[in-house]
C-alpha cells in the first residue's frame, strides 16, 4: 500500500506541474482564440448594431449568403480556385527538393537562392510583382514580348480573368521555398540503406520514388498541404497590395470580403456568418487531407 501510495503520489505532481507550466499557454489561446471564436458564432446569429441592442436573428444571415449575396459566392469560388496553386506549389517544392538532395555542384547555393523568396514580407512582394506585372513598365510583359508570345502589353492584374491567375503565381513564387525545405527534410530523414535494398531487389529510380520516397514523404506532404490552406485561407495582405479584390471582385477572397463587410460596410453580423462559413470550410478541408494522408499525419508515436 506504501509503494502504492508513493507512485500516485509522484503521478498526481507531475500531472500538477504539466498543468501548471501549461496554464499560461492555454490562458492566452482560450482568452485570444477560443472566446472571440465563441462570440464570433453567437455574433451570426444577431442582428447586431453599435447604435441598437441584439436582436436574434437565426439563420438569417446564412439565408442571405448562399441564397442573394452574388459577391460571397464568387469569394467562396476564388478562395478555393487559390488553393489548386497549394499543390502545384508543392510539386514544384518535391522536383525542386529532389534535384537539390542529389550531389551535385553548388546545390547549397541553389537551396539558399529558392528559399530567399519566402522571408520576404507579403506586402513587398506584392509591391514588387505589381510593378513586375504593370502593363506600360513590367519586365514580364516586356521578357513575352521579346520572345514573341504577345504582340502587346496585357494588363494582367485588371484584366479578370489573367488577375486571379496571377496572384496564384505570385503565393506560388513565394511559398515554393519552404515547401522544398520542408521535402527536402523528409528526404534526408529516409534512411539511405532502403534505396540498397530496393536496388538489390531490382527496383528502378521510379519505382524506388513512388513505392519508397513518396510514401515516406507523406508527413513532410501533408505538412505542406495544411501551409497551402492556411495561406488560401490568409492572403488578405496579398490581395490587398496587388489588386484589392478587383477587377470586379475578380480575386476577392472570403478573408477580403470579410474585412470590407466588417470594416467598411460596418455589418459585423454579417461579417461574422461569413467568417463561421470560412472557418468550416478550413476545418473541413483539414480533415480531409489528413484522411487522404492516412488519418494519422503528425501523431507522435509514444513506446
Keep these: 500500500m506504501t509503494v502504492k501510495f ?13 498543468w501548471f507550466l501549461l496554464f499560461p499557454s492555454l490562458a492566452v489561446f482560450l482568452l485570444y482564440r477560443i472566446l472571440p471564436l465563441a462570440w464570433n458564432g453567437v455574433l451570426s446569429l444577431q442582428f447586431w448594431s453599435m447604435y441598437k441592442p441584439p436582436r436574434f436573428a437565426g439563420l438569417y444571415h446564412y439565408k442571405e449568403l448562399f441564397l442573394y449575396d452574388d459577391v460571397f459566392r464568387q469569394s467562396l469560388w476564388n ?24 550531389p551535385i555542384f553548388g546545390r547549397n ?5 529558392i528559399f530567399m523568396s519566402f522571408p ?14 504593370s502593363e506600360k513598365t513590367g519586365l514580364i510583359n516586356y521578357f513575352l514580348m521579346y520572345i514573341g508570345l504577345i504582340d502587346h502589353s496585357q494588363p494582367f492584374l485588371e484584366d479578370f480573368n489573367l488577375a486571379l491567375p496571377s496572384i496564384v503565381l505570385v503565393s506560388i ?18 534512411p539511405p540503406s532502403i534505396y540498397q535494398a530496393a536496388k538489390i531487389d531490382g527496383a528502378n529510380s521510379w519505382q524506388q520514388f ?6 515516406l514523404l507523406r508527413p513532410s506532404i501533408f505538412l505542406c498541404l495544411i501551409i497551402g490552406i492556411i495561406n488560401s485561407f490568409n492572403a ?10 478587383g477587377p470586379g471582385h475578380a480575386t476577392e477572397l472570403l478573408i477580403t470580403y470579410i474585412y470590407k463587410t466588417a470594416f467598411t460596410l460596418a455589418r459585423f453580423d454579417y461579417a461574422a456568418a461569413i467568417t463561421v462559413i470560412n472557418f468550416s470550410l478550413f ?3 483539414t480533415w480531409l487531407v489528413n484522411r487522404m494522408s492516412g488519418g494519422n499525419a503528425g501523431a507522435v508515436e509514444t513506446n
Excluded at 109 to 113: A, D, E, F, K, P
Design 210 to 215: 513512388w513505392l519508397i520516397t513518396f510514401p
Design 120 to 133: 520576404v514580407m507579403t506586402v513587398a512582394t506584392g509591391v514588387i510583382w505589381l510593378w513586375l506585372f
Design 173 to 190: 513564387w513565394q511559398v515554393v521555398g519552404l515547401y522544398m525545405i520542408i521535402i527536402l527534410t523528409g528526404l534526408q530523414n529516409i
Design 283 to 285: 476545418l473541413a478541408l
Design 79 to 102: 478562395t478555393l480556385l487559390f488553393m489548386v496553386g497549394s499543390p502545384i506549389g508543392i510539386a514544384l517544392g518535391l522536383m525542386i527538393a529532389l534535384l537539390v538532395n542529389r
Design 109 to 113: 547555393i541553389y537551396r539558399t537562392i
Design 6 to 18: 508513493g507512485i500516485g503520489n509522484k503521478r498526481l505532481r507531475e500531472s500538477t506541474l504539466i
Design 236 to 245: 488578405f495582405d496579398l490581395v490587398y497590395v496587388m489588386t484589392g479584390g
